[in-house]
């Protein structure tokens, strides 16, 4: 229904007088009558008041001009353009690109055709195709029939795909499931002209447009031809109004066809010519145009509405029109892409005829209008009229801030300005007692003995009487700081403080509630009673409910939202609707009530943002009512938009769960193949899925869980996020994936892949086996080479400690056992021979020194001083200086490389060699100078002893009997390893070079 505006009324103007309004700006507002249920876009709301988005070009959207669209079954609305196929979830853009081996046969994409088994046709200017499951299959033999240009494609319901082809003698051809291609002629009755355009009504009919007749036929039947030049654009209403709308660019826009006669011309709109580009019917009969530079028009009934880029279309040249599976209707233009749903809110504001659009109280009549207060002036909404009251009223001010109905005709108003009563279109004004003026009014209630309540800012709590405000004086009030007011249906007044806390009076009686009692906290901002009796009070920190004496809170930890309720009132339909900082939410009164007193429950709030056309924003502070419910069931709110107004009974609630596609799966950055529908392997690791939920009416809020399989112990909620990556070690796994709309409907089968990641060659159980082989063979090895060094080992300790037996056994012990000996003898000769004993004695000291001397060698043997705190090289140097120390023999130590500390074994085995070599050297070969040289490198270390001295003859030197300098040396060299070399010849001196691997 339209509603009309009114001139702003003079004093006394009866506003109730129907022949001062006149037609003005036309608000295609709401309902007043509630539909059973809603199929399309509501036919009697505004073309501009429907939601409408646009991506366009200049919005940074990549898209190219786009000359059809679709909608495939899995939910993609898929755009053709002359830059190839493209395809939108709601969220993104994505150009279509073909699997590796395939490729659409011409990137110009004139017409898609969504088939009813999830295919897609695209029909470009010479060739079929067909996309499904990912994969394009081409028809060839379609396209040597077509022989060039193919003006039009349509599927049956028996999912035959028709296609017309032109030339002379007209055909046309029938695809059928199977792939065969079947033609037909003028002999199976069609017209002799060729054939520009078929389609099938919804009885099945197929219409044929020759580009001067329009006819209906079915093969073996001649055709039945009407004359209509240039019938190119088809559509099919859904209310049986016609059978088919004919696009008419003879300047008609549309023309109805039903039972084979077209109707009578829909209704002309004011010296515009359409130029028909695209048509559609939507499923409540609306006719949809599309025209070239003209805009969108809409054509229900006599009734034509033209949305043009002045209103918002993204352009004027308007190319396809699709309503989709939650019908919402999408436009593609020459810029861009267009989106038209239904509201769930509706605003009325100024340019619908209300004074302003900051709306600061409304109140419903009894007789069905609507009293809307603004900062502009006062408002009434009876039937189809919009009344506005303004200048000369007689109001004190033009802003409004609390209204109250008082009869079929009289109004309580609250300005900044004034108090007083409206009736007949004239104000009055009422003072206190003393004559003062109450500027401050915010707050009114009416009790069963029709006195009047008033809170006002600056002076406290008032009631009205004989048409004087007297303050009131009640023991327990707080009278200043009264902020709401409301009275029951028991009678009992309720006064909200601003400072938090509740009173009642009740007769002479008060009583108050605070946090204490149960209340929630913070300023009381609406007090509400429900049709079963119970109080409830929103406040800035929660929700409260009083009955049985109990009260029950919620607070913002149970669902509440932050800031608190602003605004409470019961729709038809027992559920409470409130306003809130975040905007309107509802809750049904059953779902609270499964709260026992004293006892709240988690609450989920159902809320309505931008997304559903509700642009509450706060509201003005001081201001009452702010809810209102008017007799035909709708809810009224104030906003600084306008009043925003819901119809509980057409709420759209988006019923079809949105399909769900894992669109692409990457592995370590590669995109793999996931169309062919069974497990996918792959070798990788790092593998990232991308998947949708295609529900285009509120994209952003769909919400996603999913569960891999084999990895994750449940499900995940994924919130709005539409991608997931993981790590996985080799295993078989299915990732599952759901999706809910913003309604709350999930799609409980969701979609599922399956794959297999494979394990590269050192993660499979042969490889693992074998490395568990070969680590036994190694450990096998090391404990056997292990024991072979401890055997080693223990035969050196062995041969050392042998070694050291004998030599104990010849030096020491058998030192000491000539000097026993001897001690023995002189102690005999001590008394007999004095002279001889004492010679004996002194001979027995001197070889006990021997001894000792040898016993001491001996000890040193075992650890070496010399290398307890000096390096290798120091050592030398220092032993060296000591054995030469009184000789003429020269020493001279060359250290090449960088000197590290050598295992204490060898060490010690290198310096005694170096020893032996030195002493052999100044005790043997009578040399003039000794030269050694000792060599660091990574792999080895060389130590060599040269002298200039006497030499000898190697085979004889080598086996001398008692001298054991040379096998020592070599059997030291021998037991780390190392090679041992001799050099020398009688006349030539001697060398002595020692190599000692160095080990890892």
Partial sequence: MKYRRGKSRAPGAGHGARGTIRPALRAMLLLIAAVSSLQALDPRLSTTQYLHVSWTQEEGNALPAINTLAQTTDGYLWLGTNRGLWRFDGMRFVQWEPPAGEKLPDPGVLSLLAS???????????????????????????????????????????????????????????????????????????????????????????????????????????????????????????????????????????????????????????????????????????????????????????????????????????????????????????????????????????????????????????????????????????????????????????????????????????TTAGFGYFANGRFSEVRTSKGAHLFGVFAMAKDPNGMVWLADAQQGLFTVRGGVAQRASIPGVQMNDVYQLQVDRAGVVWLGYFHGGVATVNGGAVRNFTAKDGLAGGAIQAIAQDRSGAIWIGAAEGLSRFRNGVWTTWGTGLGVPEGGIRGIVEDDRDTLWFMTMKGLSHVDLATLNQSPDGSPQNLEFQPYGQSDGERLGPSPMGANPRTARSSDGRLWFCTENGVAIVDPARIRRNSPPPPVVIEEMVVDGTPLDIT????????????????????????????????????????????????VDYVLPPR????????????????????????????????????????????????????????????????????????????????????????????????????????????????????????????????LAMRLPALENSTLPEALARIAGELTEGTDIGFHLDVKGRVRQLPYEEQANVFLIGREAITNSVNHARPTRILAALTYSSRQVRITIEDDGEGFNLEEGMSKDGHWGMAGMRERANQMGATFSVRSSPGEGTKVEVVVPSKV
């Fill in 732 to 859: 078989h796994y299915r990732f599952r994936v759901l999706a809910c709309n913003h309604d709350g409907v999930w799609n409980e089968t969701g979609a599922s892949l399956a794959f297999y990641v494979e394990p590269y060659f050192y993660e499979t159980r042969w490889f693992a086996a074998l490395c568990v082989m070969t680590l036994g063979l190694i450990g096998w090895g090391v404990h056997r080479t292990r024991v072979r060094m401890v055997v080693t080992r223990y035969e050196a300790i062995a041969y050392e400690r042998a070694r050291l037996t004998r030599e104990l056994h010849d030096s020491l012990l058998q030192g000491f056992v000539a000097v026993v000996y001897q001690l023995e003898a002189a102690a005999k000769q001590i008394v007999s021979a004095p002279d001889l004993g004492k010679q004996r004695l002194e001979r027995t000291i001197e070889q006990a020194d021997r001894a000792l001397g040898e016993a001491r060698r001996t000890m």
């Fill in 676 to 723: 062919a529908g069974s497990e996918i392997p792959f070798r990788g690791r790092q593998v990232h899925i991308r998947y949708t939920g295609l529900s285009l009416m509120v994209p952003e809020r769909v919400r996603f869980k999913y569960r891999l399989e084999g990895f994750d112990r449940g499900w995940r909620d994924a919130g709005s996020e539409r991608s």
């Fill in 116 to 414: 009813g088994d999830g295919g897609l046709w695209i029909r470009t200017l010479h060739n079929i195709s067909r996309l499904e499951r990912g994969h394009l299959a081409p028809y060839p033999e379609v396209d040597r029939w077509l022989e060039g240009w193919n003006p039009a494609i349509s599927e049956d319901r028996a999912g035959r795909l028709w296609l017309a082809r032109l030339g002379n003698p007209p055909e046309v051809g029938a695809l059928l499931p199977n792939g065969a291609l079947r033609v037909y002629s003028v002999k199976d009755g069609l017209p002799e002209r060729s054939i520009l355009k078929i389609f099938e009504d919804q009885k099945s009919n197929l219409w044929i447009s020759t580009g001067r007749d329009l006819c209906k036929w079915s093969p073996g039947h001649p055709a039945e031809c009407t004359a209509f030049p240039w019938a190119g654009i088809f559509a099919i209403p859904g209310d049986g109004f016609a059978d088919l709308s004919i696009g008419d660019p003879s300047g008609n826009g549309a023309l109805p066809l039903s039972e084979s006669k077209l109707k009578s011309i829909s209704k002309r709109l004011a010296n515009v010519s359409l130029a028909t580009l695209c048509l559609t019917s939507d499923r409540d009969g609306g006719v949809w145009i599309g025209t070239l530079g003209q805009g969108l028009m809409r054509m229900s009934g006599i009734e034509v509405e033209r949305f043009q880029r002045s209103n918002g279309l993204s352009s004027d040249y308007v190319l396809a029109i699709l309503e989709d599976r939650e019908h919402d209707l999408w436009v593609a233009t020459s810029r861009g892409l267009d989106r038209f749903r239904d509201p769930q809110v509706v605003h009325v504001s100024r340019p619908d005829g209300l004074s302003g659009d900051l709306v600061t109280a409304i109140q419903a009549g009894p007789d069905g209008s609507m009293w809307v207060g603004t900062a502009a002036g006062l408002n009434r909404v009876a039937g189809s009229a919009v009344t506005s009251y303004a200048a000369g009223t007689g109001f004190p001010s033009l802003v409004f801030r609390s209204l109250l109905a008082d009869g079929a005709q009289g109004l309580w108003v609250g």
